[in-house]
């Protein structure tokens, strides 16, 4: 039998992260699991003709963005969705799906439910897709969770 104790939903506080968080906080509820909530703020990259002459962040700029983020986390389960054996949160910094690969393998996670934007054609030849990459280098299954603008049925 395959033991899913620890889920893991990445979340960028879209209307379709929030579906897939719902899936997720049901789930660990049935199972008894554990629900890891993760949030990856992107660094900021500079662009232009000389990257050198960009101008460098304050170190105070990085820490409201975390502590933002952070405490929206707080507030992101809605408490109708179930009721996990644990919630932790985290924020971390970096590129969306090598953070979330890396969350996952240090955690330990065993399911990550994580939402697709639905993009197609060009936008997502141009953009990629941060949920392909992850089900191609999760250390784990992961469950995708498609955003069809339908309120989920009640599955109780």
């Not at 506080?13 to 909530?37: K, M, N, P, V």
């Not at 170190?59 to 986390?73: C, G």
Request: charged letters at 25%; a negative charge.
């Amino acid at each position: 039998m395959i033991d899913i104790e620890r889920i893991l939903a990445p979340t960028d506080f879209s209307t379709h992260a929030q579906q897939a968080l719902r899936y997720a906080c049901d789930l660990a509820e049935r199972l008894g699991a554990d629900l890891y909530i993760l949030h990856v703020l992107s660094e900021i990259v500079p662009t232009g003709p000389d990257p050198l002459l960009m101008p460098v962040m304050p170190p105070q700029f990085y820490q409201e963005d975390e502590d933002r983020a952070a405490k929206s986390l707080e507030t992101v389960l809605d408490p109708s969705w179930g009721k996990p054996r644990t919630v932790t949160t985290a924020v971390r910094w970096g590129t969306a799906a090598e953070a979330i690969v890396d969350y996952a393998s240090e955690q330990k996670i065993d399911l990550v439910v994580i939402a697709t934007h639905g993009r197609s054609g060009l936008s997502h030849v141009l953009l990629g897709s941060v949920a392909e990459r992850i089900v191609r280098e999760a250390p784990c299954p992961v469950l995708t969770i498609r955003d069809t603008g339908k309120a989920r049925p009640n599955a109780s």
